[in-house]
């Protein structure tokens, strides 16, 4: 799950002056006690705040609404999706993101759905890298690194959800493609995905991003966990776990300590993962979503959901949504599209230490040309 940033660094950015201040937005009431009002509604209704008045629309679209939101814990999980379209014409293939928008579906009841196919496409990035990494971090999405022209890139691409706008963010050291990253405490980790053939990517094979400085750092690393091509990554517990050609490794930024998984991990840990209560989740060669129990060192099946879904999941990724699993895959189609799935599952573990998934709901969310894929997934606070 995203790390909230801190109300301080959100309200000091000067784009956060807003006109709200210029009419009243609930007669009677000052408008930071009008403020803190709006900020607690659920974003279901927020269509219906936006047909009030002017003022009303520009305030919900503000810096400083998200930053009120964040200080009383009212912001609301979207999910954000990458898919690789290819384009029957002339074989060429783009990369687009949508939003899974949390305003279609009931607080309480998330079996209304106004639309059945609720994916909003969001304004295209400038770049389109192979083989990024994705975090996120308050309202910002963030795409690190990756190919460009098949040479490595140290960019760093950043979108703002409130906004709409993609913007370039500050150069890492070194480029990189198929790097972990992670965010752990406000800031962003960036793991391998360089070759260590000089002394200069040797010694930036692991960075930190700062957002509030705006500015990246190295992290000293061992010689022995500087694998090159990182395939997964976790953020558990405030440690980071990314899985290489060869094993993993694991880092905690608060005791500045690297180390290794275990066997068991690396053993049963598939491509992406997502992590719910200390618990990483990912789906396996044999088609069943498991999740590793760090206490025990082990994996365990997910219960309760084998009914519900098919028996294979084409493509599967997922994460950690609103402390939901949302799994996300591709299904059958025409001769011509795809349908792109989604579930979204509540789990928890019993009292006997079993994984127990419960399906709340489970849609086709979007129709892809042939040929297409689901890149990657992830949760933004908004």
Partial sequence: MADHPSPSSSTSDPTTTHHYHDQTLIPNLSNDVALQCLA?????????????????????????????????????????????????????????????????????????????????????????????????????????????????????????CLTNEWKMGPKMRVGREFAASGVINGKIYVLGGCVVDNWARSLNWAEVFDPVSGTWATVPSPIEVKEKWMHATGVVEGRMYAMADRGGVIYDPGMGEWGLVSTELDMGWRGRAAVLDGVLYCYDYLGKIRGFDFGENVWKELKGVEKCLPKFLCGATMANVGGRLFVVWKGNGNGKELEVLCAEISVKKNEVGELWGSIMWTDVIIAIPKGSSVVHCLEVHL
């Fill in 40 to 160: 607690r509604v659920p974003r279901f209704y927020h269509p219906f705040l936006n047909l009030v008045s002017k003022s009303w629309r520009s305030t919900l679209r503000s810096p400083l609404f998200h930053a009120t939101r964040c200080t009383l814990n009212s912001t609301e999980s979207f999910l954000f999706l990458n898919l690789r379209l290819s384009n029957p014409k002339d074989s060429s293939f783009s990369f687009n993101w949508y939003s899974l928008d949390p305003s279609r579906i009931h607080p309480t009841n998330p079996k209304i759905i106004h639309n059945p196919r609720f994916l909003t496409p969001i304004k295209s990035s400038p770049s389109h890298p192979i083989g990024a990494s994705f975090v996120s971090l308050g309202r910002n999405l963030y795409v690190i690194g990756g190919s460009v022209n098949d040479i490595p890139s140290p960019n760093m691409w950043v979108f703002d």
